[in-house]
């Protein structure tokens, strides 16, 4: 009799196990609400992995510092260099203003030397030919220095009066040449290249009066003895 309780409770006792293993996995069945989430590796990698974002943050932020650095240094070197430039540039146009006429003054000091020995020579000389020699050659010598620096002299004589290069101090009737041509030429006038920098100073013809006494009018205002436009700053 006693045999037969134990291996009813023993049974039971497996029963009830059975029991609640089952109500065990069935509370925690998939989808159900109060499931424990599933642990997965991906959240675990994630939770032990260290914060990245910062750090390259951070070598961005440096990055960047050295490249402003290094562009400010740049800008001091290339600032100083076009000073440095600057002032080259004005220290060469000085001494080219300055001694714009160097070229001319050296090559004057010939012509100066002939004067002096012509000088000598006319303390001494008894032919007065030799002087007039010597005047003549320091003349031609001037008169080359000067040609090949630029100086040309302007036409003049037996030409239509031209205001551009002429300056008309006088008008003078003459019957042998048309009216506003240069009977005289006062003063040689001069060029330098291409700019007049000093216009021939001139006689004009005039129309001779007629029996009635009336005067032609010379053509135009060429001889009009308006002085031509000269750069004086030339």
Do not use: W
């Not at 032919?127 to 040609?147: F, P, S």
């Not at 006062?186 to 013809?205: C, N």
Request: hydrophobic share 35%; proline share 5%; net charge negative.
């Amino acid at each position: 009799m006693m045999k037969k309780v134990q291996t009813n409770q023993v049974k039971k006792t497996d029963d009830v196990d059975d029991a609640g293993v089952g109500s065990a996995d069935d509370g925690f069945a998939e989808g159900q609400e109060g499931a424990p989430p599933a642990a997965t590796v991906k959240d675990a990698d994630e939770s032990t992995a260290p914060a990245k974002q910062p750090v390259e943050q951070e070598d961005t932020v440096e990055s960047l510092r050295k490249k402003i650095a290094a562009l400010e240094d740049t800008l001091l070197r290339a600032k100083a260099d076009f000073v440095n430039t600057q002032r080259r540039n004005e220290k060469s146009r000085l001494n080219a203003v300055q001694f714009a006429n160097a070229e001319l003054m050296r090559s004057l000091l010939g012509v100066l030397d002939d004067f002096e020995r012509s000088l000598d020579a006319a303390g001494t000389a008894e032919d007065i030919k030799t002087i007039v020699e010597g005047v003549r050659l320091v003349y031609q010598n001037l008169k080359k220095a000067l040609c090949d620096h630029g100086l040309e002299p302007i036409d003049a004589m037996d030409l239509p009066f031209d205001p551009h290069v002429h300056e008309a101090i006088m008008q003078q009737p003459a019957a042998d040449c048309d009216p506003n041509t240069v009977l005289e030429e006062v003063a040689k006038g001069y060029r330098l290249k291409d700019r007049v920098i000093r216009p021939a100073k001139v006689v004009v013809s005039k129309a001779l009066e007629s029996t009635s006494g009336a005067t032609e009018k010379p053509q135009g205002d060429q001889a009009s003895g308006a002085k031509p436009s000269v750069d004086e700053n030339a």
